[in-house]
C-alpha cells in the first residue's frame, strides 16, 4: 500500500489490484461489524420485549375491580333509548340541550328524580 507524507493511505496513487484487495478487506470487515451489530440490537430488542411482556403479564394477572351496574337517570326526550347515569363525560345530546338553555333536571328519568337535601339521610 502506498501512503503519503502525512501517513494516510494514497489510493489515488494506489495500483488497480492494491485497491481491490483493499476494497475486498473492507467488505469483509464491514460485514463482520454489522453482523456484530445486528447481534448486539437484537439483543437489547429482545431484552426491551421481555421487559415489556413481564410488564404486561403483571397487569394482565390482577383481575379488574368489579363496579356495580349503575342504572340511568337521564335520557333523550328526542331518542329514549338514549340515556346517561350521571357518570363520566355527558353525552352529545345533553350538552347541546344545556347549551340551548336546558336545565339537567329537565331530563330526569321519572323514577329516579333525586331527593331534596332536606330528605336525604345524614351520615355520621
Known amino acids: 500500500m502506498t501512503k503519503?507524507?502525512?501517513?494516510?493511505?494514497n489510493l489515488e496513487g494506489?495500483?488497480?489490484d492494491e485497491l481491490s484487495?483493499?476494497?475486498q478487506e473492507l467488505t469483509k470487515v464491514l460485514a463482520r461489524k454489522i453482523t456484530?451489530?445486528?447481534v448486539e440490537l437484537d439483543n437489547r430488542l429482545e431484552r426491551l420485549i421481555s421487559g415489556t411482556a413481564s410488564v404486561l403479564k403483571s397487569s394482565?394477572?390482577?383481575?379488574?375491580?368489579?363496579?356495580?351496574?349503575?342504572?340511568?337517570?337521564?335520557f333523550n326526550p328526542e331518542v329514549p333509548t338514549e340515556t346517561w347515569s350521571g357518570r363520566g363525560k355527558q353525552p352529545r345530546w345533553l350538552?347541546?340541550?344545556l347549551r340551548s338553555g336546558h336545565r339537567l333536571e329537565e331530563f330526569q328519568i321519572?323514577?329516579?328524580?333525586?331527593?331534596?337535601?332536606?330528605?336525604?339521610?345524614?351520615?355520621?
Do not use: C, I
Open 4 to 9: 503519503n507524507a502525512t501517513g494516510d493511505l
Open 21 to 23: 484487495l483493499l476494497h
Open 36 to 38: 456484530a451489530e445486528q
Open 14 to 16: 494506489m495500483h488497480f
Open 110 to 124: 321519572a323514577g329516579k328524580r333525586a331527593a331534596s337535601p332536606s330528605r336525604r339521610g345524614r351520615r355520621s
Open 95 to 97: 350538552v347541546s340541550a
Open 60 to 74: 394482565a394477572e390482577r383481575p379488574r375491580r368489579k363496579y356495580p351496574k349503575v342504572m340511568p337517570k337521564y
